[in-house]
């Protein structure tokens, strides 16, 4: 079966643009995660959906970052006013119930020039 | 989340058994170890997860410390596809989010 999918792979953008990263998730998972990771660092949690609401926000950094899921499958990440700091590879993941295994998209590569 | 450390790299001939330790001497009652991985340029993959007892699975096996202050991850035979970051990560209970040290990166030598 098809696992996580997100678009763009690469996205590059310039400081002060706007952003939207699409991650489609495993059919039937009702959990939605993004993280992101900087070059030698491990993935930094972002925003949790379980359905259609956002279940924990705790990790966006700033109100520049907002994720929606409004039917409870694909999600998107968007960024206003993207900073050269947003560089990064935005990681998408699902589940499909509590405290099963997350399951990982490939990323998407996001370079604020 | 209960904090973990990890050694920053090991290093493994292929064929050979690896065992990745995991220090969490703050770990609670309820909390859950996962392991995952991450291959190079791929997103994170699970690999195992268990509370007390030890658990096996087709890629690797957790043994977990008596006091549950630490655990093990075990790969039997490594593979050159076993180079990987891995992760020990102890999600608090009812907490959903992963929270991702550095983990330690694992280098096969052929």
């Known amino acids: 079966g098809a696992g996580v999918s997100q678009t763009p792979s690469n996205k590059v953008t310039e400081k002060g643009k706007y952003v939207e990263l699409r991650c489609d998730p495993i059919?039937?998972?009702?959990?939605l995660y993004w993280y992101r990771q900087s070059l030698g660092q491990g993935p930094e949690f972002l925003i949790y959906?379980?359905?259609?609401?956002?279940?924990?926000d705790s990790g966006l950094p700033n109100d520049r970052f907002f994720a929606v899921r409004p039917e409870g499958s694909v999600s998107t990440l968007k960024i206003q006013r993207t900073e050269r700091g947003d560089s990064a590879v935005y990681l998408c993941?699902?589940?499909?119930?509590?405290?099963?295994?997350?399951?990982f998209g490939p990323g998407t590569r996001l370079t604020v020039l | 989340d209960a904090k973990t450390t990890q050694p920053n790299s090991m290093e493994s001939n292929e064929e050979e058994p690896v065992h990745l330790p995991c220090n969490h001497s703050?770990?609670?009652?309820?909390?859950?170890i996962h392991w995952y991985r991450q291959l190079p340029s791929q997103g994170p993959e699970y690999v195992i997860h268990?509370?007390?007892s030890n658990v096996n699975n087709r890629m690797a096996s957790l043994a977990i410390a008596e006091d549950r202050k630490s655990s093990t991850l075990i790969l039997h035979r490594a593979t050159l596809r076993d180079a990987a970051v891995y992760y020990c990560?102890?999600?608090?209970?009812?907490?959903?989010?992963?929270?991702f040290g550095k983990g330690t990166k694992l280098t096969v030598n052929p």
């Open positions: 959906f379980q359905g259609t609401g956002a279940a924990d």
């Open positions: 703050t770990i609670s009652g309820t909390d859950y």
């Open positions: 990560i102890l999600p608090e209970g009812g907490s959903e989010k992963l929270v």
């Open positions: 993941a699902s589940s499909s119930y509590i405290h099963n295994e997350q399951f």
């Open positions: 268990g509370l007390t």
């Open positions: 059919s039937g998972h009702t959990a």
